[in-house]
């Protein structure tokens, strides 16, 4: 079974609009890190978001938000107000602390921005 | 200077050849990983490394072999390349398990085309 299933290959927002990119998960693992990753097309990745499977609130880091449901496994990134330069390959990762510690990513989600 | 840096950036290289691709990093990380990525598919582990003395492989080790040759040098092998090995390589780093997010930390990626 996939670890990370990310639904949306594509998804297309309007420029100051809000946008979802979802992302589920799969572990028995209590412990666990579920991460967002931005890769533009230069091709670098980008750390965005972390939320620890014991944190209580979602977190947020700018325009960026996770929306936690663990009982759902479901760690959805929120893009509030996107920018042309939001346009971008956007990565769900998760990390299992007890079980091997390794890092699984999702297959992505293309996002464009339309001004 | 990038934290995580990789080399080469770019190899075109045709069936048959050894290519090693190299990796270098300043963050004194202990964990150290080689991934690939292919359209579509996401980021596949190859190899990963939690000190010097410790290898492992990941989901897609077949055809490649790693070495790590100091805390803060891992190395990525392709014995014989073949063409289905054409993806844009990278190297990450992490901190150990404990640290509140242990975020990957990626170098820029090396592209590999094998003619």
């Known amino acids: 079974a996939q670890k990370i299933t990310q639904t949306q290959p594509g998804m297309f927002v309007q420029e100051k609009e809000a946008v979802t990119l979802d992302c589920t998960y799969d572990t028995s693992d209590p412990s666990y890190g579920l991460f967002w990753y931005k890769q533009p097309s230069s091709g670098e990745m980008i750390f965005l978001i972390y939320q620890g499977s014991y944190d209580q609130q979602n977190a947020t880091e700018g325009r960026y938000s996770l929306n936690f449901q663990k009982a759902r496994k479901s760690a959805n990134l929120v893009i509030s107000a996107s920018q042309l330069g939001d346009s971008a390959m956007y990565f769900c990762a998760m990390r299992e602390i007890n079980t091997g510690n390794q890092f699984y990513f999702g297959t992505g989600t293309s996002l464009t921005v339309i001004p | 200077d990038a934290d995580v840096t990789q080399t080469p950036r770019n190899r075109i290289t045709k069936t048959g050849k050894r290519i090693m691709l190299e990796c270098s990093q300043t963050?004194?990380?202990?964990?150290m990983y080689w991934y690939r990525q292919d359209p579509g598919l996401g980021l596949q582990l190859i190899y990963y490394s939690f000190d010097v003395k410790d290898i492992n492989k990941g989901e897609i080790s077949d055809g490649y072999s790693v070495s790590r040759q100091a805390q803060a040098k891992f190395s990525l092998s392709l014995e014989s390349a073949i063409p289905n090995q054409t993806a844009l390589y990278f190297c990450?780093?992490?901190?150990?398990?404990?640290?509140?997010?242990?975020?990957?930390?990626f170098g820029e990626g090396s592209r590999l085309t094998v003619l």
């Open positions: 963050k004194g990380h202990d964990r």
């Open positions: 990450a780093t992490s901190e150990a398990t404990g640290q509140r997010t242990g975020e990957l930390f």
